[in-house]
């Protein structure tokens, strides 16, 4: 599309979670398609789209930031338009209109495809503003499942990409808003996925990092006795040098035929993904969690039995409503024991619209903190002397960048932006973004790996 003679420019401003990013990715390809020029520099564009999480107070504070600022540049007659889309508008609809008069249009997760012609809109509305009154384009159906129209194009950072199997998700836990701004789970169908990633490799990405509000639930809605499992059957066919890593999963759908489906993969990380978010019984019942309970003592060592040499990742949140010290310390004690390769650990955050938001027995936020930290130092001790336990060994990294002498790497125990990095020292010239390597480990470095390439 043209304005007066040249393409209209959009920025694109990245919040939120990976699956927000293949929001993006789905918009930047209608925009593509549509002839629209994405700007390298979102402050330089005739339109800003910001899009959005809305999932906690702290992810609502940043998007707000960047409305704000965008509507700034707008001010100034550096933008021509504003557009937010994701979870703000899905969650909070015509109500953001009247708070930011200087947003030109509100797109919600069901309209994704919407953008060009609001854009188009805009700008033939006129040169400087518009409709005076902005668009709105949210629905409360929440039932759709958006394939990306450029399959091969992504917005990740180095040769990874994220493939989003599932929108929504159908779990009540009492903490996550998730389902009442994403809806209920919807599985796209395995030929879809399969040909989104064939396209995605083709086009020179080496790690394709599988991601749904809940990966392992895959299927579980199409009713034909589609499966993870099944599907990651399907994508290890693929011809390639590439890996496979898994984002996101439940406790209760780790199932035999899951980790025997990636024992025996060629192509699949050996990296399982399930934030448990708690230990104690008590915790998990008040979480909504309660069928995650038996599963939850015995999941390591079931992992690590089915998949020898696997890296075990999860993240705890500490200080929910009801969270004694006993039940902290039941937590710090399952951690110190389980040894878990990578934890996350957040502070409650009370949401509105969520069962825990009007729970009795809230937790100050200063007890919170201090029991995050007390877990993420009993988590670093666990850290450092597995990191010392890997120096002399020998593994397989992916190369993401390169300069000033070092390159930066990721092993299949590394998962993108959550986890440490590999750094290797002095590397060949023609070592690249995107290659394969054999690395010796030759020290560690906090929670970064330092290496050498070995032939």
């Given at each position: 599309m043209?304005?007066?003679?040249?393409?209209?420019?959009?920025?694109?401003?990245?919040?939120?979670?990976?699956?927000?990013?293949?929001?993006?990715?789905?918009?930047?390809?209608?925009?593509?398609?549509?002839?629209m020029e994405l700007s390298s520099d979102p402050d330089r564009a005739d339109v800003i789209l910001v899009n959005?999480?809305?999932?906690?107070?702290?992810?609502?504070?940043?998007?707000?930031?960047?409305?704000?600022?965008?509507?700034?540049?707008?001010?100034?007659?550096?933008?021509?338009f504003v557009i937010v889309s994701g979870c703000m508008p899905q969650r909070y609809g015509a109500a953001l209109a009247a708070k930011y008069p200087d947003v030109d249009g509100w797109i919600g997760i069901d309209h994704l495809f919407d953008l060009p012609a609001m854009i188009a809109r805009l700008v033939g509305g006129g040169a400087n503003g518009g409709p005076t009154r902005a668009e709105v384009s949210v629905s409360r159906d929440r039932n759709t499942i958006y394939e990306p129209p450029v399959p091969e194009f992504t917005i990740a950072n180095g040769p990874h990409a994220w493939l989003k199997i599932a929108e929504g998700c159908s779990h009540a836990c009492g903490y996550c808003a998730i389902p009442a701004i994403r809806g209920k789970l919807r599985s796209r169908l395995p030929r879809s996925v399969a040909d989104e990633a064939r396209a995605l490799i083709r086009s020179g990405v080496r790690e394709l990092d599988v991601v749904a509000q809940d990966v392992t639930a895959y299927g579980h809605d199409l009713g034909d006795g589609t499966s993870l499992a099944s599907l990651l059957k399907t994508l290890d066919r693929m011809r390639g040098d590439f890996w496979l890593r898994l984002l996101y999963g439940y406790p209760t759908f780790v199932t035999g035929e899951l980790l025997d489906a990636v024992a025996a993969s060629r192509h699949v990380c050996r990296y399982i993904d399930i934030p448990l978010q708690h230990s104690h019984p008590d915790m998990l019942r008040a979480m909504r969690r309660a069928d995650t309970v038996r599963h939850v003592a015995g999941l390591p060592e079931r992992i690590r039995a089915a998949i020898p040499g696997a890296a075990v990742r999860?993240?705890?949140?500490?200080?929910?409503?009801?969270?004694?010290?006993?039940?902290?310390?039941?937590?710090?004690?399952?951690?110190?024991?389980?040894?878990?390769?990578?934890?996350?650990?957040?502070?409650?955050?009370?949401?509105?619209?969520?069962?825990?938001?009007?729970?009795?027995?809230?937790?100050?936020?200063?007890?919170?903190?201090?029991?995050?930290?007390?877990?993420?130092?009993?988590?670093?001790?666990?850290?450092?002397?597995?990191?010392a336990s890997l120096v002399g060994t020998r593994m397989k990294a992916l190369v993401t960048s390169r300069g000033?002498?070092?390159?930066?790497?990721?092993?299949?125990?590394?998962?993108?932006?959550?986890?440490?990095?590999?750094?290797?020292?002095?590397?060949?010239?023609?070592?690249?973004?995107?290659?394969?390597?054999?690395?010796?480990?030759?020290?560690?470095?906090?929670?970064?790996?330092?290496?050498?390439v070995v032939e």
């Amino acid at each position: 599309m043209r304005s007066k003679g040249k393409s209209v420019s959009v920025g694109l401003v990245s919040l939120g979670c990976a699956k927000n990013v293949v929001d993006l990715q789905v918009m930047a390809g209608a925009l593509l398609l549509e002839g629209m020029e994405l700007s390298s520099d979102p402050d330089r564009a005739d339109v800003i789209l910001v899009n959005t999480c809305a999932f906690i107070e702290a992810a609502r504070q940043e998007a707000i930031g960047e409305i704000d600022r965008a509507c700034a540049l707008k001010r100034a007659g550096r933008a021509r338009f504003v557009i937010v889309s994701g979870c703000m508008p899905q969650r909070y609809g015509a109500a953001l209109a009247a708070k930011y008069p200087d947003v030109d249009g509100w797109i919600g997760i069901d309209h994704l495809f919407d953008l060009p012609a609001m854009i188009a809109r805009l700008v033939g509305g006129g040169a400087n503003g518009g409709p005076t009154r902005a668009e709105v384009s949210v629905s409360r159906d929440r039932n759709t499942i958006y394939e990306p129209p450029v399959p091969e194009f992504t917005i990740a950072n180095g040769p990874h990409a994220w493939l989003k199997i599932a929108e929504g998700c159908s779990h009540a836990c009492g903490y996550c808003a998730i389902p009442a701004i994403r809806g209920k789970l919807r599985s796209r169908l395995p030929r879809s996925v399969a040909d989104e990633a064939r396209a995605l490799i083709r086009s020179g990405v080496r790690e394709l990092d599988v991601v749904a509000q809940d990966v392992t639930a895959y299927g579980h809605d199409l009713g034909d006795g589609t499966s993870l499992a099944s599907l990651l059957k399907t994508l290890d066919r693929m011809r390639g040098d590439f890996w496979l890593r898994l984002l996101y999963g439940y406790p209760t759908f780790v199932t035999g035929e899951l980790l025997d489906a990636v024992a025996a993969s060629r192509h699949v990380c050996r990296y399982i993904d399930i934030p448990l978010q708690h230990s104690h019984p008590d915790m998990l019942r008040a979480m909504r969690r309660a069928d995650t309970v038996r599963h939850v003592a015995g999941l390591p060592e079931r992992i690590r039995a089915a998949i020898p040499g696997a890296a075990v990742r999860t993240t705890f949140i500490v200080g929910y409503p009801g969270e004694t010290e006993d039940h902290f310390q039941h937590l710090l004690d399952y951690v110190r024991e389980k040894r878990f390769d990578n934890v996350g650990v957040f502070c409650f955050s009370p949401e509105e619209g969520t069962a825990a938001a009007a729970m009795p027995g809230q937790v100050p936020p200063e007890v919170a903190e201090e029991r995050r930290g007390r877990l993420m130092l009993a988590q670093r001790e666990i850290v450092d002397a597995r990191n010392a336990s890997l120096v002399g060994t020998r593994m397989k990294a992916l190369v993401t960048s390169r300069g000033h002498g070092r390159a930066e790497a990721r092993t299949e125990f590394q998962a993108p932006d959550v986890d440490g990095v590999t750094v290797i020292r002095r590397p060949p010239k023609a070592l690249a973004p995107g290659d394969f390597a054999n690395v010796e480990i030759v020290s560690a470095a906090g929670y970064d790996l330092v290496a050498r390439v070995v032939e």
